[in-house]
């Protein structure tokens, strides 16, 4: 079945831009997806990027694809102590109907 | 809109138990999924649905676990008796055929003592 990897813990300080990367298995994958997940909170999407793109740009998030590498990040420049949470990227593919399949989360820490 | 509802937002049962946990989606939305959320398995889904039809439940742990979608509004999680180990927060999100992304509940977490 179709896998998503990402690492579990990233720190970064107040201001310095952040940088989560994802690996993903499926070669079908229509659409990427980054989520942010707060303490106690739902999963909020972020934003997403279509598989036939390389990069999208909104405000303060970058994402980049590497559709050859299977290799999906997300951004956040100017990083702020609002931006601590778990971050999710998610994929989906033709043939699941709409599922996504989630990566374990990277835990982001901004510290001042 | 509201948002996808899930109820109760927190339940806490003894072992054996009966649990339902309930999801009102986004009006319009075609699909429905549950997933569920523990530190050692991440975020797991369970069963959606499309149109109210069961599609895929292969991520239904047990016999346990049941889904039901009985209209396009409600949904229901149910699990029969319950066991400590199903302690998690369960999520339930939909989406449309028109707009891919899932848009997630508050979740409910549960704690089975």
């Known amino acids: 079945g179709e896998d998503v990897e990402q690492s579990l813990f990233l720190s970064v300080r107040e201001g310095d831009s952040s940088v989560i990367n994802c690996t993903y298995t499926d070669s079908s994958s229509t659409y990427l997806y980054w989520y942010k997940q707060e303490p106690g909170a739902g999963l909020q999407l972020l934003t997403y990027i279509f598989s036939n793109m390389d990069m999208k740009q909104d405000q303060r998030l970058t994402v980049l694809l590497n559709k050859k590498d299977k290799h999906l990040s997300l951004r956040i420049a100017d990083t702020q102590t609002g931006d601590s949470a778990i971050y999710f990227c998610a994929d989906q593919s033709t043939g699941g109907g709409n599922k996504l399949t989630f990566g374990t989360g990277t835990q982001l820490k901004v510290e001042l | 809109d509201a948002g996808v509802i899930q109820s109760p937002r927190h339940e806490v049962t003894e072992m054996g138990q009966e649990v339902t946990l309930r999801c009102k989606p986004i009006?319009?939305?075609?699909?429905l999924f549950w997933y569920r959320q523990t530190m050692m398995r991440g975020l797991e889904l369970l069963i959606y649905f499309n149109n109210n039809v069961p599609i895929d439940d292969s991520g239904m742990p047990e016999d346990r676990f049941s889904a039901k979608m009985p209209n396009a509004s409600f949904s229901t999680l149910k699990i029969q008796p319950s066991e400590p180990r199903d302690s998690a927060v369960y999520f339930c999100a939909s989406s449309s055929i028109t707009r891919f992304e899932a848009f997630f509940g508050q979740g409910t977490r549960l704690t089975v003592v």
């Open positions: 009006s319009g939305h075609d699909y």
